[in-house]
């Protein structure tokens, strides 16, 4: 298996063209809205390495015999599945951030494995034989390969083949004797410049007289005809700008590297084609990709959630408030959301059903539902962890702050809390959280304390609530004489 260097300078070499912010990247690996999600991806390969992680990590694969990294592997059984939720979920605390070119390849490779395989039990195709080799290729390279399904989509209203501008889904425009030209364009996806493989798959089912979106293929992210355009969310201007390492909250990992990608009449040779043209298991294809993706995901949100309360559990310690009631049950709301979601996600992969081709798929209903409380359990956990840390999470200052002498006295002075608690450290809790619960504004910050935190009011709302007299109106309509 690869070392997290060995990763690094592999991606180097390939040289993709992006563009971020407007301006053409010259150096995907070393600019600042890549690099942190180079370092979060070269984790899978770091921690794959160390002998305390590898049950979680590797496992030896049936197709190659070799131990491989799990991201790569076949689900072949329940527990494989349950392994996989496992390892996202382990994970997340320690980048906080996005695998999502390793994570999302998971579900794209177990989707095209059992897909091909179907696809070739009904027309007779090679797609599945294709796809093995593609397969023992990147697991014997241990290759990172991204998921693309997400297309433009145009008017949401509209079928693919309804819309005004057909390029809104990538469709195929040209079949060769030894390959296909494809165009179009895959949204929002994770770490797609920073992997070695794309993995393509149709974001929706498709009719007979669409049978050009019902495309399949791996391509690489440097491809001839390929751009990608990176996302450009509010905490990535802050790191263009003049900033420093404190002001971030999870500097070295914390960029989700995504890219919309262009493919702008791009050549796949016919051995990286897995389906061309079977529009009856377009439909089908993407939504296996959905269950796998949403037991990984489920699996990681969990973290996430257990990473904010770990991040505000040491907040509330530097405000010396841990041991209040109401941060204590908050805590452990965020550890009960984060626990269902993780469990409902590990019974999907529990009550697994198997395939024609021997790969298991988690329970749809099960995933589903883990999916959605693994959401809702991050907002919950979002809104929770701002409570618990005051309004610091939106109106704290800068390094810069710190190191200016006209003022730093007083910056050191007023944001202190615990006397045996550096003010930096305060501070550098209070970004973690702003980076955990997603701020790119003083919104949800200020709407949680501006004019008291949620603690006070409910105090407040114990005192104006006329208890006592309804208290005493229910004893009389009891019954109860004294
Ligand atoms: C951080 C992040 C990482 C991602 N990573 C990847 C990745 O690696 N690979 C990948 O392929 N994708 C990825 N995605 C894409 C993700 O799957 C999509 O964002 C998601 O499917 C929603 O699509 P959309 O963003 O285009 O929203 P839209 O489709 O525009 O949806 C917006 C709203 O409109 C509603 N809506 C849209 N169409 C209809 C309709 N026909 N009928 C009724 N309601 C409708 C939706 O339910 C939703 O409420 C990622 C997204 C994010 C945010």
Redesign the pocket.
């Known amino acids: 298996m690869k070392t997290a260097q060995e990763y690094k300078d592999s991606i180097r070499e390939m040289k993709p063209v992006v563009y971020a912010f407007g301006e053409k990247v010259e150096n995907v690996v070393e600019h600042p809205c890549f690099s942190p999600t180079l370092n979060s991806i070269a984790l899978t390969y770091q921690i794959a390495g160390e002998k305390e992680n590898e049950n979680i990590m590797t496992v030896k694969s049936p197709i190659t015999g070799k131990m491989i990294n799990r991201f790569l592997h076949i689900n072949k059984s329940p527990e494989d599945l349950m392994k996989r939720c496992e390892l996202s979920k382990f994970l997340t605390p320690f980048h906080g951030a ?1 695998v ?2 390793r994570c ?1 390849g998971t579900g794209a490779l177990n989707t095209l494995y059992t897909i091909t395989y179907d696809i070739d039990k009904k027309y007779g195709t090679e797609y599945h034989q294709r796809f093995l080799k593609f397969l023992e290729y990147v697991q014997n390279e241990d290759l990172t390969c ?5 297309d433009a ?1 145009g008017d ?2 509209l079928r693919p083949s309804q819309q005004a501008d057909l390029d809104v889904y990538l469709h195929v425009t040209e079949v060769r004797e030894d390959g296909i030209i494809v165009r179009g364009a ?7 410049a920073l992997a070695h493989f794309n993995l393509v798959v149709p ?1 929706t089912s498709m009719r007979e007289n669409e049978k050009e979106f019902a495309v399949a293929f791996a391509v690489p992210p440097n491809a001839s005809g390929i751009v990608h355009i990176a996302e450009a969310p509010a905490p990535n201007a802050r790191r263009l700008a003049d900033s420093d390492e404190m002001d971030f909250g999870n500097f070295e990992y914390g960029v ?1 590297g ?1 890219t919309l990608v262009v493919f702008n009449d791009v050549y796949i040779p016919k051995e990286m084609v897995f389906m061309c043209g079977e529009y009856e298991f377009a439909g089908v294809m993407a939504a296996t990709f959905g269950t796998f993706q949403r037991l990984a995901s489920s699996g990681c949100k969990s973290g996430h959630c257990d990473l904010t309360y770990g991040a505000a559990a040491v907040a509330a310690e530097y405000n010396g408030c841990e041991k209040m009631g109401h941060i204590r049950d908050k805590i452990v709301e965020m550890s009960f959301q984060s626990a269902l979601a993780f469990g409902t996600a590990i019974a999907a992969g529990y009550k697994a059903k198997v395939t024609a081709s021997g790969v298991y798929i988690p329970d749809d209903l099960l995933v589903n539902a883990a999916k959605l409380q693994a959401s809702e359990a991050c907002w919950v956990a979002s809104k929770l962890a701002t409570e618990i840390v005051g309004g610091i999470v939106c109106t704290a200052p800068s390094q810069k702050d710190f190191q200016n002498l006209e003022i730093a006295e007083y910056v050191d002075k007023y944001f202190k809390a615990k006397a045996d608690v550096s003010t930096e450290n305060r501070v550098r809790i209070a970004r973690l959280v702003e980076y955990l619960v997603g701020q790119g504004s003083i919104v949800p910050t200020e709407s949680a304390h501006g004019g008291g935190p949620a603690a006070v009011q409910k105090l407040g709302m114990r005192q104006a609530n006329n208890l006592n007299y309804l208290k005493g109106r229910a004893r009389k309509m009891a019954g109860i004489k004294k």
Do not use: D
Not at 146 to 150: I, K, N
Not at 186 to 192: E, I, N, R, T
């Open positions: 996005c999502g070119a999302v991204s998921g693309m399904v997400t989509k949401r209203s895959k949204a929002h996806q994770s770490g797609a974001t989700h995504s």
